[in-house]
């Protein structure tokens, strides 16, 4: 294995046959189990739109939290990397996801809404630079193709 190859592992598996399997649209449940070993099942089902379960995870929530932990990762390295300080990090990403009459669909566009605490004073172009950087390395952001948009704030933490 290269240095440069990682491979990951994920177990998807459907729990929601009621009885009769796919026979109608209807008669089956989008419930699942998403399962990684050592952490905790993680419960998915499909947006509600599309008869899932509120209480679950959808794909189109976990790639948004995808996009969002990986920019945030990225970010607070590259803050580490330019001698920045961060206290906290919260972002309140959305996505737009747009569906087509064949029934196919596609996100259009992500935005991440990151609120970066700092220990003290940056000059605002070197956070927007920060977040270009995040932005340019972030694994996930470069494996979609649709555009991840950032509208970052900051604020200093109280001293």
Not at 31 to 37: F, G, M, S, V
Not at 53 to 76: G, I, K, V, W
């Amino acid at each position: 294995m290269s240095l440069d190859e990682h491979r990951y592992a994920v177990t998807v598996r459907w729990t929601g046959n009621r009885g009769e399997g796919t026979s109608t649209y209807r008669g089956y449940s989008r419930e699942h189990d998403i399962e990684l070993p050592g952490l905790p099942v993680l419960k998915g089902s499909a947006d509600p739109t599309f008869h899932g379960d509120r209480t679950r995870y959808n794909p189109e929530q976990l790639l948004l939290t995808a996009l969002s932990q990986c920019h945030m990762l990225s970010f607070l390295h590259m803050a580490v990397k330019h001698g920045v300080v961060v206290t906290a990090y919260e972002d309140r990403a959305e996505g737009l996801m747009r569906t087509n009459r064949d029934g196919s669909g596609q996100f259009e566009s992500a935005t991440l809404r990151p609120m970066v605490t700092l220990a003290g004073d940056v000059e605002p172009a070197l956070m927007e630079r920060l977040h270009e950087e995040a932005s340019k390395v972030c694994f996930i952001a470069r494996s979609v193709n649709f555009p991840v948009l950032h509208e970052p704030s900051v604020q200093v933490q109280d001293r």
